[in-house]
Nanobody, 125 residues
Framework: QVQLVESGGGLVQPGGSLKLSCGASATVLSIYTMGWYRQAPGQEREFVAAIASGGSTDYADSWKGRATISRDKAKNVVELQMNSLKPEDTAVYYC???????????????????WGQGTQVTVSS
């Protein structure tokens, strides 16, 4: 049974930074593409960033230049460093695993078949 556990969320002021972590098994981290998504109240879940098993990364346009996704196999985590946070970034952030064509990057939520429970990020002054 594969399990994903997100952590690192919290309250931060506009312009601040947070680093989120997604814990997974070593096998999952070494084989599968991993993604980060967010969902605000009343909104659809939307793509934030993804990292393939080979190390390639992809970011939503609104995150380019202010977010970095990385994989730390020693700690069994995928991390998302977020900078210059804005109030509109307030949402629940989820990590996910792509179970099919797992070595390829994807922005499509439908390509991800396993989701964590999410961690709340609140950006407010």
């Amino acid at each position: 049974q594969v399990q994903l556990v997100e952590s690192g969320g919290g309250l931060v002021q506009p312009g601040g930074s947070l680093k989120l972590s997604c814990g997974a098994s070593a096998t999952v981290l070494s084989i599968y593409t991993m993604g980060w998504y967010r969902q605000a109240p009343g909104q659809e879940r939307e793509f934030v960033a993804a990292i393939a098993s080979g190390g390639s990364t992809d970011y939503a346009d609104s995150w380019k230049g202010r977010a970095t996704i990385s994989r730390d196999k020693a700690k069994n985590v995928v991390e998302l460093q977020m900078n210059s946070l804005k109030p509109e970034d307030t949402a629940v952030y989820y990590c996910a695993v792509r179970p099919t064509n797992w070595a390829a990057l994807s922005r499509s939520m439908d390509d991800y078949g396993l989701w964590g429970q999410g961690t709340q990020v609140t950006v407010s002054s």
